[in-house]
């Protein structure tokens, strides 16, 4: 009986120290401000949308990547071919800062942005990508973020929206 303890109470610590849970990553607090900013809202104009994402200082963890899954919309966003370029620092159409790189790959009607590097806790990283804008209506996307490590945790994020419009010729008058 003893030997069974003694075992039971090898067995439990060993346990509780961690040899045998499985390490996640995620994150404390994550990202929740973000925003979406398309300077033409104009259908079928060259479009330059960039993702401002600030990570809390509280986070505990590095964001890597982000995925946006587009809800049902008049059309398809069109998210262009070009590689996304990166910045740190506050929004700014001029894409100041320092940059760094980033990867995308698009399945269906979601988006998926890797960061390299990934931004760590109490920076705010701005992704900038260039495409051109669809019909119009209203286009929304949910969002997920997910923390730099092995086996992390997807934490869902706010909805993104945008509203493009359509400006028609203007229209001369007939003379009669």
């Known amino acids: 009986m003893r030997k069974f303890v003694l ?42 949308t960039t993702i401002s994402i600030p990570v809390p200082n509280q986070a505990g963890a590095a964001l890597e990547t982000v995925v946006l899954s587009q809800l049902p919309s008049p059309d398809q966003w069109y998210w262009g071919r070009r590689t996304p370029k990166t910045y ?15 990867t995308v790959s698009i399945s269906g009607k979601s988006v998926t942005i ?10 705010q990283v701005n992704i900038v990508l260039e495409g051109f804008n669809p ?20 934490s869902n994020g706010p909805l993104l929206r945008l509203s493009l419009i359509h400006i028609s010729e203007p229209t001369r008058p007939r003379l009669i």
């Open 7 to 48: 075992q039971l109470l090898i067995g439990s610590s060993l346990f509780w120290s961690g040899a045998f849970v499985n390490a996640q990553t995620r994150f404390q607090q994550p990202p929740f401000d973000l925003s979406i900013h398309n300077p033409s809202s104009d259908q079928g104009q060259r479009s330059r």
């Open 88 to 102: 740190l620092g506050s929004y700014n159409m001029r894409a100041s800062g320092n940059s760094g790189k980033a």
């Open 114 to 123: 890797k960061l390299n590097p990934p931004v760590p806790p109490g920076e």
């Open 135 to 154: 019909d119009e209506g209203v286009y929304q996307w949910s969002t997920l973020l997910i923390p730099e490590g092995e086996k992390a945790v997807a």
